[in-house]
Structure formats: structure tokens, C-alpha cells
């Protein structure tokens, strides 16, 4: 049996028995034996009718991991294979996913007009959201309205949720499932002339940074540490750094490969906030430069980067630790990216390029490792859009191109042909590969749009996209009864469509209504909110009100304040409520999110519960262990 015969072998047995039966890494690595003989180049291994049919499984899926190489058309995806893999070698990741289609990436102009060259924003835009949008649009579509993504369905519908990139935080396609603002460059609150009307203490939702703490991920893995340096302008959390505000608001930071080490788990009450560098990762390999002519000089071999960053940190070791933090029984989404495709492309650096299509490959490995265990993760594989990168026949006269001498020693001549030395490579508008591996899969195959993918992902985990509904059921409860000055425990359950509440208490007479106090705006954990407030030293009625941020559902439920009552009174909980996770207090200040504000002497006072914290502590002691 020849490595042809071998290899072929186990790509059938990889459609087999789905699930089970991805093949290991190696047996894709091996080529032709003889290209040079009839049927010596080919890939297949007689009919594949049988083997593609059993390939295709209906969902649902209970895990989605969709990867993205950010600029990875069918150039780069062909000039990474030649070069680390030979012409007739497969990407064992990439290639290894066994129903394939292309799909088209135009983005719209503000007028509704088609843009055929889109960008990252708008790109991510359509599969975060579905919706067609123009580029510098974060999931937001050409009339500025935000559309919710997959990332904050998923986590509405109670999976849990991962976003992880190579590059800062902030850029285009981390951004788009976890933020909505008009323009991609609104990076923090210091990015006031680019955020606009986005603003914080311009009435907007603040920069992508805030957002990013907002929309709460279990798992946030990438670069960009320098936007969350910046401080607060306004909202609830003003003059904290935004890594503070993190802290406060009960997120794990990481900042180190140690840090990331040390973290064993994620969940809505102690989220991971990772950043490991300034702006985007170094690249893995080291810098080639393209020139007029440069295809004509001594082909190059591509180097290790000595910036790179720990092998703990890269995108596949990132992959890896995403997953063992979110899989269990509630299934996940997890996006990850390989940014830096695009940026090198960009650069007309090959070698940068090459370098991480291999780290994305490696990180689809990762995914596909997964999945083929799990039974029941739908793996995506695709690109935001194509890019300039070209194998040419003979060093063009006038573009920039550069030889490299691939991994069985031939010369490979890559031209950019689309901005000058020293400019920036342009996007190029070629519709680009999607390819899919398990539960419901077959909805990449054929000729579909970037939209698609949205509903191919929502599909496959059956996800609830009217948020409304979600928080239909809601439930608010507090003590009947509390001493003056005593303590109200409030809770909330329910709200699984709300990723914030915002919270007044007022006295029930109308003169004293005008002295309504805001309980502040706080994180729903798990549909849940938990808060301790100091009761009014004033008898009487009152009644307090929570309005959830996304789906606008109110709750109100009142409470007597009476001498003799008792100080410390508990509520009988609904008996259908679902269990509170508390909001985390994280001795930073211990606010437990009540921020808000300023609350009057005479009226109630939000203080974190000693207990609640104590109940908090002792859950993540048992999750670390688990
Ligand atoms: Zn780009």
C-alpha cells in the first residue's frame, strides 16, 4: 500500500462513522507518491458517494466552534500548503473537513448598494448577525440599528460562550459578537473622535473594550491589554481602569501564559478576561519583504519569530484551553481567529502570512480533535473575505513579489499586486471556502453567502433568537418585611435574555416618590441578579423596580418597612424561580455592581452582603476543584 493508498484510506474512514472518525493528523501530511503517473496526483480514492453521504449529519449540535482566518482566501490557504506541505500535501486541519462550499463575502454601501470589496467589520458583521452591513460596521447594520449575535445568543440561551483571537481584542472580527458601534476604530473610552455618539457619556453603549465586559463571555482569550488600560469616562464604573472595572465586576484576568495557567475554570460568575499583549500577537515567523523584482532573487526559507509568543499562547494552545474551559453539559460557541493572514497579506509578508495559515491549521486540529471525540460538535471553518497574495508563473514587472523554496525545494514566485511598497495590500472581493465538519455541517456545501453561516450556527444549536421570550418568565423577589435600617435581600431569576438591569426604589406615597433612588446597573449572572440593600429608616411601603437592559422586561415587588420587623428578614422565594447566582464580589471596593450611584442617605442604600460574597466564595472553591 503506497501513502497515496494510505492517506485515501483514511479519508473514507473519516466519513464513516461520523463522529468518530477523523483520521489522525499524519495521514493527511503524506502526498502523492508519484505525481508524475497516471492517477498519481489525484486525492480521491475511487467513488466517494458512499463516504460523502455518511459525512452529512443532521443536527443540532450541542458544541459550535467556527474559526476564522482573517484574509484566508484560496491563495493563502494554497500558498501556505505549497509551502510547508508540498503542492499535492494536505493542511491537516483545514483539509481534513469533509464538506466544503464557497460562500460570497460583498459587503453594502450606506445606501444599500452592493460593495464588492468588503472589510473585517462588515464581514463579521453578516455571520455574527445575519445581516449585510458596511464596512466599519460592528454588528450594526446600514441604518446603525445593532442585531444581536451568536455569541450573546448562545449565552441567552444558556451555553456557554468563547471568543479568541490573535489579534487586539477590539479588532474587527473578535468585536462583532460582542459589541455594536458604528465605527470598527472605537476601541476605548479614549477613542472619543472614532466612537462618536458610541460614547458612554454620549448616551451610547460604550467603546468595544466596555462592551467586551458587558457582553461577558465566559472565555475572552487575545491581544489588545492597551484599551483596557484606559479609564472609564462615564457608566457605572467611572475612573476604574477597564482591567479594574474587569476585576470588580468579578472577571478572572489573565495577563501572563502563568496567569492563563492558573485558571482551571470559566463561568458567568468568574469569567476569563485573557490579554497577552499591547496590540495584536507578534507573528510566528519572521518578516520577508516583497519587492519590485524580488521573485528573481535566491528563493527564502521562512524562520521562527524570536517575538513569539509562549507556546502556551498560541492559537492553538489558546483553542485548547478555550475548550476544556466551556465544554460540560451545557454545550458552547466558541469563535476563534487567526488574524494576522490579513495583516501580513496586508504587509505583502509572505513568510508572516504562511506562518499563521499553519497556526490556524493547527488550532482547527485542536477543534477537530475535539469534535471527533465529543460526538456532537459542528466544527466551521472559513475566511472573512479573500486577499492580495498570488502564486505567479514568473516575477511580475511592476508588483511586489518575493520566492520562497518550499518544503520539497521547489521555487514558489508569490506577487502582491495591489498597492505599492510600503503600502497596504488590498482586500479582494473573490467569494472564499467554508468548510464543516458534524451536526449540520451540510449547510456550508454549495455556493451559500457570509449571512448563512449565521443561521447555519444558529440552526445546528437550536438557538432562541427573540431575547423577549427569553425573559418572559422572569421573577422578582424581596421580604415582605424589614426592620428600619435592616437588610433586603433582592433577587431576581429568569432574565435570560438580559445581560444588564438597571434598578430604582421608591416609596409608595406620592410625596416621596420624587425621592426615588437608582439601584444601578448591574450583571445578570445566569439569568439571575442578587442584591443586598439597606432599607429606608422612613416606614412605610416602597416598591423596587428592575428593568432589564436588552429585552426592556420590568419587574417590581414592594416590601413594608415597620418597627419590629425583623432586620435581617428572608424571602420566601418563588417556588418556581430558578436558583440566583449571585453578581461576584471581587474585593475590588466590593460594590457587587451596584453602581449606579450616588444613594441618598434617606432613602436605600446598595451595600455588598457579607453573606451573599461568603455563598459566592465557597461556589467557585467547588467549581476550581471540579
Ligand atoms: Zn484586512
Known sequence: MNARTTFARSAIALTLVAGAALAAPAAYAAGPS?????????????????????????????????????????????????????AGGRLPGIDALPLTGSYTTYSLNKDGSADYVPDSA???????????????????????????????????????????????????????QAAHVAGRKCYGPDSAKQCGADLLENGGKGSISEQILDTRADVTLGGGSESFEQTAKAGAWPSATLFQQAATRGYQVARTAADLAAISAADQAGPVLGTFSAGNFPTRFAETTATVGGADAAPVTCTESADRLDSSLSLASLTQKSIDLLKGDKGFFLQVEGASIDKQDHAANACGQIG?????????????????????????????????????????????SIALKTTEGSTMKVSYGTAGAGGSQQHTGSQVRIAGYGPGAANVVGLTDQTDNFFTIAGALQLNRDLPALSAGATLTVPEKVAPGGTIALAAAGLNGDRQVNGSVSAAGAAARAAAE?????????????????????????TVALTGEQTGKALTATFTVAEGAPTTPTASPSPTAPA?????????????ALTGGTVGAAALVALALIAAGLLLARARARARRA
Not at 484566508?72 to 506541505?85: K, L
Not at 449575535?149 to 477590539?170: D, H, I, M
Not at 477543534?367 to 497574495?389: C, E, P, Q
Not at 440566583?580 to 466590593?590: E, K, M, R
Request: aromatic residues 4%; glycine residues 12%; charged residues 20%.
Open 122 to 176: 462588515a464581514t463579521g458583521s453578516a455571520w455574527a448577525t445575519g445581516t449585510k452591513t458596511y464596512d466599519g460596521a460592528i454588528s450594526v447594520d446600514i441604518a446603525s440599528k445593532g442585531h444581536d449575535t451568536l455569541l450573546e445568543l448562545a449565552k441567552a440561551n444558556g451555553r456557554k460562550t468563547g471568543n479568541v483571537s490573535t489579534a487586539e481584542l477590539q479588532d474587527a472580527t473578535p468585536a462583532v
Open 34 to 86: 508519484d505525481p508524475s503517473v497516471p492517477g498519481g496526483a489525484t486525492r480521491n480514492d475511487g467513488d466517494q458517494t458512499a463516504a460523502l453521504r455518511d459525512a452529512i449529519v443532521a443536527g443540532p449540535a450541542k458544541n459550535v466552534i467556527l474559526l476564522i482566518g482573517d484574509g484566508m482566501g484560496d491563495s493563502e490557504i494554497t500558498v501556505a500548503r505549497d509551502y510547508q506541505y508540498g
Open 580 to 592: 440566583v447566582a449571585l453578581p461576584p464580589t471581587d474585593g475590588n471596593g466590593g460594590s457587587l
Open 356 to 400: 499563521e495559515t499553519i497556526d490556524l491549521d493547527e488550532a482547527v486540529q485542536v477543534a477537530l480533535d475535539f469534535a471527533k471525540a465529543d460526538g456532537n460538535t459542528l466544527v466551521i471553518v472559513t475566511a472573512d473575505h479573500a486577499h492580495t497574495s498570488q502564486i505567479v508563473d514568473s516575477t511580475p514587472p511592476t508588483s511586489l
Open 518 to 542: 437608582t439601584i444601578g446597573r448591574t450583571d445578570v449572572i445566569d439569568g439571575g441578579v442578587g442584591l443586598s440593600l439597606t432599607a429606608p429608616t422612613e416606614p412605610g411601603q416602597y
